[in-house]
């Protein structure tokens, strides 16, 4: 989430290594209920990216745009701010 909030990587690299991490690899049950509602959250809205304009456009509601996207990841990493003890 920093490397793409930092403008290191793109939406599409950021929704690609998401998938390979969050849905392929993470044991679930290491989760609190507020991490893994905030990381289904961030799941959907990553699985339905797009960067083309054209599937925006002919497909309102169903993809996410680059905007969406960095909103929802603000919105993840601020939720589990608030639930890290630090």
């Known amino acids: 989430m920093d490397q793409y909030l930092l403008g290191k990587i793109d939406g599409r690299t950021f929704c690609d290594e998401y998938y390979y991490s969050y849905n392929l690899e993470i044991d679930y049950e290491t989760f609190s209920g507020v991490e893994l509602k905030a990381f289904t959250e961030l799941s959907s809205v990553s699985s339905r990216f797009s960067e083309f304009r054209e599937d925006i456009e002919q497909h309102p509601g169903v993809y996410f745009t680059e905007k969406g996207l960095r909103l929802k990841i ?5 939720k589990l701010k608030a639930e890290s003890p630090i």
């Open 74 to 78: 603000q919105e993840t990493q601020e």
